[in-house]
């Protein structure tokens, strides 16, 4: 194996310009947002009416995705605050893929949220006339500040390797090297710098753990502070947190093979990085099994007449095919690949990883839907269409909007600033070949 | 002399239609006095009762016909009646689901089609239990879930015990909805179809009139009905009888044709209230179906009583 120079890892890591593949990933997902904006477009003229939400079932697949992208984002503190605040160094090339999934994530979460309202142009009454006692006003507070400290573990990061990236001035071309100086330019690689942000680093990463338990715990608490059967449960905060962390998880594994091969970072991202993210992974699918069993098996075990009709649609009934899928593909099939020291090579990891996510979201809409159409009172005196709920092509087109452009965020991200940090790369090198 | 008396007269017409015009939310502004510049006092006075208690004296010209308008304020709406805690009984064996309740209702507050805020359930609690209709209301519950979760208290609960909705503030999120375990709830999904005049309408929450798109509605215990000394609408739509409305405080409930003491009705046929173990306090008690008027038959959706 060559050795990894200064000069060889700047080269390696250099933000690149997008090469055939990387314009038409970009080209459709923007053509995807463009659907999806032209989707919320009719939205907006029609109202709600385009989308097959009714009065049962009143929350659809955006809440699902906005669950989603909540957990996703939960990643960021794992990665970042907890491996870092147990001293693990093998997750340095890990932190800026997982910090940038938080931010890209948690954003998106705001908006689809947005999206979800009935009249999004009077957002600013939760600032009016907010009222403390309601879960959402919490949601609101802990994922601003969420986005915020998430935001903060993504610059410090980065300003050293700013300071880098100024160096090339050609290379960089007008626009990036404006960016780079206007975010950057103060850093000068002094020890009191340094010191600084070590300290600043260290106090966010240990603020951002309680920050993420509260988002996902409040973002459970949605639903788990109403009566209806599957949501009444005192089970929901961990459950959605240890949740979190395996989709979390999941897509960061996902990510790095992707960065991997599209990039060549094959020294920077390594087999064992993949070993032991896959060891993170199925440790994880692992506590969420655990937490599934008493999410449902409990329930199972009483079959209280409310319940019943919710729980048997989900193990044999309507919803039977997407919970078998869901707890198949988000758990029993990753932990069966990743349990053997070949399954967590980079292909099947990644594979596992895909399954996780994909898994993930699916089981994020049977939180959802399935419950609201169990009301306590049978459903009665509506419209047909209500008794059922089938997403419109308008909500997909908006569902995966969001989805492609929390990946476009990603993308430029990775197009403008390093994705694995180069200058603590370079540290890393250097205090290795000491040893 | 004269004119000074003249612009004593003036002042108080003008005090008065502000009045009028304050009371009823306008957007014109109250305070100013350009809608009657060339009027001449005709010499024909009518008696009037100022709002200090004082009967005065106002030339007939000067008086204007106020348009129907909302009854309160938006701020008074929010307060509700003070002296009053509202509760209503509905009595099962009177029920055959005619759902001219419905009918009525949905018609005073323009509801959208395809929507009701009255409910009428056929009810079968278990496969040998005896199948009846269940009409349900809001609930008005004191401990109203949907209160609670509602992040910008546009839906609110008053201290007469009605819940209301302001659907000027209403953010279209929905909690309330998933919250309330009596789905009592409904959205306006799309523009709701209305009459011009009544689109154009300022909202009132005491009339819940005009539905907005985005937001939500639900049964209201028609305050502005009650402020005026009558019946909720459903009440006095029901021909058999089915709807008592009235005041805990005063211990009656009437439904138009009979009155009778709350706590002994209660009492002596056993009233009580849905979902009682989730702690909601709904203000609408239930009286059980025995003795019934009607034999149950359901002819609407003879498959399925599914769930009760």
């Not at chain 1, 700013?162 to 990036?176: A, D, P, S």
């Not at chain 1, 099939?333 to 990743?338: A, D, G, T, V």
């Not at chain 2, 009823?24 to 350009?34: A, D, H, L, M, W």
């Not at chain 2, 510049?37 to 100022?50: Q, R, T, W």
Request: include cysteine; proline fraction near 6%.
């Amino acid at each position: 194996m060559d050795k990894l120079t200064e000069s060889k890892i700047i080269e390696d890591l250099f933000p690149q310009k997008f090469g055939k593949i990387g314009q038409i990933w970009v080209l459709s997902l923007l053509l995807l947002c463009a659907l999806g904006a032209f989707a919320y477009g009719r939205q907006l003229y029609y109202g709600l009416e385009v989308t097959a939400m009714r009065d049962y079932v009143s929350w659809g697949i955006y809440i699902s995705n906005f669950v989603f992208f909540v957990a996703i984002s939960l990643v960021g503190s794992l990665i970042t605050a907890v491996l870092r605040l147990t001293n693990v160094k093998w997750s340095t090339p890990l932190t800026r893929i997982a910090e940038i999934i938080a931010v890209s994530a948690i954003t998106f979460a705001s908006l689809i949220i947005i999206v979800d309202m009935g009249r999004p142009e009077r957002f600013y009454n939760l600032f009016l006339h907010g009222r403390l006692q309601s879960p959402i006003i919490w949601d609101v507070i802990v994922i601003t500040t969420y986005f915020f400290i998430s935001l903060l573990l993504l610059y410090f990061p980065l300003l050293p390797d700013l300071k880098i990236l100024i160096g090339f001035k050609e290379r960089n071309g007008k626009w990036l090297q404006k960016l780079y100086v206007f975010l950057g330019s103060f850093w000068n690689n002094s020890l009191a710098q340094f010191k600084i942000t070590d300290k600043a680093i260290n106090i966010l990463a240990i603020a951002i753990i309680p920050v993420a338990f509260s988002i996902h715990t409040v973002t459970s608490w949605l639903f788990a502070t109403t009566y209806r059967p599957g949501w009444d449960s005192t089970n929901f905060g961990a459950y959605f947190i240890s949740g979190a962390f395996l989709v979390g998880a999941g897509g960061v594994v996902v990510a790095m093979y992707i960065f991997r091969i599209h990039y060549k970072l094959e020294k920077y991202i390594t087999n064992d990085h993949f070993d032991r993210m896959g060891k993170v992974l199925v440790m994880l699918a692992l506590l969420y099994l655990y937490f599934n069993v008493n999410e449902f098996l409990v329930p199972a075990f009483k079959m209280k007449k409310s319940e019943e009709e919710h729980l048997l649609g989900l193990f044999t009934g309507e919803f039977a095919p997407i919970f078998w899928f869901a707890i198949f593909t988000a758990m029993f099939i990753p932990i069966f690949i990743l349990l053997f020291k070949k399954g967590r090579r980079p292909l099947p990891a990644f594979i596992a990883g895909v399954l996780v996510v994909v898994g993930s979201w699916f089981k994020r809409f049977l939180i959802v839907t399935p419950t609201l159409l169990h009301p306590f009172l049978p459903m009665h005196d509506v419209p047909a269409s209500y008794h059922h709920y089938i997403p419109t092509w308008e909500e997909w087109a908006i569902a995966i909007g969001s989805l492609a452009g929390a990946l476009l965020v990603i993308t430029f991200f990775a197009r403008i600033f390093p994705i694995i940090p180069i200058h603590e790369t370079i540290l890393e090198t250097e205090s290795n070949e000491n040893k | 002399m004269k004119t000074n008396q003249n612009s004593r007269r003036d002042f108080l017409a003008t005090s008065l239609i502000a009045g009028a015009a304050l009371a009823g939310c306008s957007n014109k502004n109250p305070f100013t006095t350009e809608e009657i510049p060339d009027v001449k006092a005709s010499g024909e006075m009518v008696k009037l009762l100022s709002v200090d208690g004082e009967i005065i004296e106002v030339d007939k010209a000067f008086l204007k016909p106020v348009p129907t308008l909302p009854a309160v304020m938006n701020t008074e709406a929010r307060e509700g009646i003070t002296g009053k805690k509202f509760v209503m009984v509905i009595d099962l064996s009177r029920c055959k689901s005619v759902k001219k309740c419905q009918t009525a209702c949905n018609h005073m507050h323009h509801i959208h089609p395809g929507q009701n805020w009255i409910k009428v359930y056929p009810i079968q609690e278990a496969e040998h239990t005896a199948p009846y209709w269940q009409p349900t209301t809001c609930m008005h519950c004191d401990e109203p879930p949907c209160v609670k979760v509602c992040p910008v208290d546009a839906t609110f609960k008053r201290k007469d015990g009605i819940v209301l909705i302001d659907s000027d503030r209403c953010i279209g999120c929905r909690f309330c909805m998933a919250a309330c375990p009596y789905s009592t709830r409904v959205f306006n999904w799309e523009q709701p179809l209305l009459e011009k005049e009544i689109a154009e309408k300022p909202y009132s929450c005491e009339t819940s009139v005009p539905q907005k798109k985005g937001t939500v509605g639900k049964c209201d215990f028609c305050p502005d009905m009650v402020r005026q000394g009558n019946l909720p609408h459903c009440v006095s739509a029901c021909p058999n009888g089915v709807f008592m409305f009235g005041d805990i405080l005063e211990d009656t409930v009437t439904n138009g044709a009979e009155t009778f003491r709350f706590s002994e009705l209660i009492r002596d046929k056993a009233g009580y209230r849905l979902m009682e173990d989730l702690g909601t306090k709904p203000s609408v008690y239930y009286l059980p179906p025995v003795n019934r008027n009607f034999p149950f038959e359901n002819k609407e959706d003879a498959a399925d009583p599914k769930k009760g």
